[in-house]
């Protein structure tokens, strides 16, 4: 069976700890796409790209899966995971994909920041982003503005998690 794999590392400033989550992505035999959490640990090496290596190989030789199953991996596309990149294209000859919605988010920042009547406005995407999923006032105001000065038809709001920091509404 073939898996995509995508993984992420981050920080947990106030603990003074880094995450690493690995998770394999594939289509079941009913032609069900399903994923896992292969692991969710804390790791005691670098942030760098080489020990994030080092850190799916082991847990790919943990769960038997060999890099000919591998048909991708995806990953943000931070700093130290573009030389991550490199080393997974060039030892274990397996194509890194980078995750679309950092991409989206990328573009849309250098667009944003490119115009010079846009100041301020990822603060204000982001700040409104936070008000609509942590109040439940926030959501009832959404709603009232949809229906009282845009006139869009009421559906429920829907609020999904599609990578860390990342977060897609869909009305």
């Not at 130290?80 to 030892?91: A, L, P, R």
């Not at 846009?118 to 439940?136: F, H, P, Q, W």
């Amino acid at each position: 069976m073939n898996v995509a794999i995508t993984t992420d590392g981050w920080t947990a400033t106030s603990q003074h700890a880094t995450y690493i989550a690995v998770t394999a992505h594939f289509i079941t035999p009913a032609w069900k796409l399903d994923s896992c959490v292969l692991a969710c640990r804390g790791h005691g090496g670098s942030s760098s790209a080489e020990e994030h290596c080092k850190f799916m190989n082991s847990i790919m030789n943990e769960y038997g899966i060999d890099k000919s199953n591998v048909s991708a991996f995806v990953a943000d596309t931070e700093s130290s995971m573009g030389k991550f990149e490199g080393i997974v294209e060039q030892t274990m000859e397996v194509p890194w994909l980078g995750c679309i919605d950092h991409r989206l988010q990328l573009i849309t920042k250098i667009a944003i920041n490119d115009n010079i009547d846009s100041e301020g406005t990822m603060k204000a995407c982001r700040d409104l982003v936070s008000a609509i999923m942590y109040s439940n006032q926030a959501v009832v105001a959404l709603l009232q503005f949809q229906k009282s000065r845009i006139n869009l038809p009421h559906r429920p709001l829907v609020l999904k998690r599609r990578c860390y920091n990342s977060l897609v509404v869909h009305f």
